[in-house]
């Protein structure tokens, strides 16, 4: 694998970064950097504006709006992205439900859907998790009765993120009890707005609802809102699932993460005569990091090499994802060690718009010690690390 970028590539490059330069709004980049979350409405903005460009789904086919871009071209896009923080699309619509709906949807559901997905019309979540089927999801038991044209809804899912600001849900449901658990799954797409629906909120560390628990009470869904085939679910739900945790990797956040912790440890002092970034203990640490990072990138750059020539991510998505996750998990360990006991306080509005006070320490350093709790999730979701390194030896070793 050739780690140059051609000369076509590197005007790419400049292209792009311009673009994210003078295009992503600077109260936006304000807020990112002041940790301060961006509303749903800035969200949408921003990937209004990607759609305006052109450039809202560069992993979509070119005949569903996608870019056509190379392999290559897409990662530099991300990385540009991630380096001048600017949020990546919501992925439950662009990168999860989306490619799905490509792959196993009628060609009413894809005339019906993508449009809007592609435009941020709607807003999607993931009806995946359940109170007691996390790991091993295919234990799921939220039912879907036939009944004429309509398949009537019952259960709950959790976990759910930003699922108060759904539009639509896209669910796995059990069709058939009388089989193998992971044969009798379908996937279903939901209307949040259908009579029946419960959100209620789970409130996090940083007083966020992020996730939510979402309650099914005789809920209609349309038969025509069945994704592929009934009882083939766990089919589709896999291939979804290869792909979020190939998302889940987020090389160019760390990247951007990494330039943090140099600016911060540069200010802060090792307790002697000089800064943090002058401690050899330290630097050693940071160095690891960012080598164990660089590993990371051309890791997923194999694996965006075989998506490029028409591959499945496959078990490696699951080797991106336990060393992506960990490894911002150890960045977030060393914020922690940075911030020291200015760690310790919990401002809870400084993480909100409009917040006047100070924040405390180098880097606003009082959201280390949340951020490092909200991220211990990161090896949960998408499938715990402990299940995929059951995939791996299974898959690749064979054992």
């Known amino acids: 694998m050739n780690a140059e970028f051609t000369a076509e ?86 990168k999860m439900v989306a490619p799905v709906i490509m792959a196993y949807g009628s060609d009413e559901q894809k005339q019906r859907f993508l449009p809007d997905i592609l435009a941020s019309n709607v807003w999607w979540c993931q009806g995946y998790s359940e109170p007691n089927s996390g790991s091993d999801l295919a234990s799921l038991k939220t039912s879907a009765i ?91 739900a896999k291939v979804l699932l290869t792909h979020e945790r190939t998302n889940i990797a987020g090389v160019p956040r760390g990247k951007r993460r990494i330039k943090a912790l140099k600016r911060i440890a540069a200010e802060t002092s090792d307790g002697f005569s000089g ?16 080598i164990e990072l660089k590993a990371l990138e051309y890791s997923e750059l194999r694996t965006l090499a075989a998506l490029s020539v028409g591959k499945a991510p496959g078990p490696e998505s699951s080797i991106l994802k336990i060393v992506g996750t960990e490894l911002a998990q150890r960045i977030d360990e060393i914020f922690v060690e940075l911030s020291a006991y200015n760690s310790l306080p919990f401002v809870p509005e400084q993480f909100e718009d409009g917040f006047e006070g100070e924040a405390l320490g180098p880097g606003s350093s009082a959201a280390s010690a949340l951020t490092y709790f909200n991220n211990r999730k990161a090896s949960i979701y998408g499938g715990s690390n402990e299940v995929q390194r059951n995939i791996i030896c299974k898959a690749v070793l064979g054992l």
């Open 9 to 94: 590539e590197q005007a790419f490059q400049a292209e792009v970064r311009i673009f994210f330069e003078n295009e992503f709004p600077s109260e936006y980049r304000d807020k990112v950097n002041a940790n301060i979350r961006l509303s749903k409405e800035e969200i949408v903005n921003w990937q209004k504006i990607l759609f305006k460009k052109g450039w809202a789904a560069p992993s979509w086919p070119v005949e569903h709006g996608g870019t056509g871009w190379t392999q290559t071209q897409r990662h530099i896009f991300s990385t540009e992205m991630g380096l001048v923080g600017a949020p990546e699309p919501v992925p439950f619509g662009m």
């Open 146 to 236: 036939r009944d004429g044209d309509e398949y009537v809804i019952n259960g709950s899912k959790t976990w759910n993120t930003y699922g108060q600001y759904a539009d639509w849900i896209f669910c796995l449901v059990r069709t058939d009890t009388t089989v193998k658990k992971q044969e009798g799954i379908s996937f279903l797409l939901i209307d949040m707005h259908s009579p029946g629906i419960t959100v209620k909120p789970i409130v996090l560390l940083d007083g966020h609802a992020e996730v939510n628990e979402i309650f099914f009470d005789d809920v209609r869904v349309p038969i025509n809102n069945l994704v592929g085939e009934e009882n083939k679910g766990w089919t589709y």
């Open 275 to 290: 800064s943090m970034m002058e401690d050899a203990a330290f630097s050693k640490k940071l160095a690891e990091i960012e």
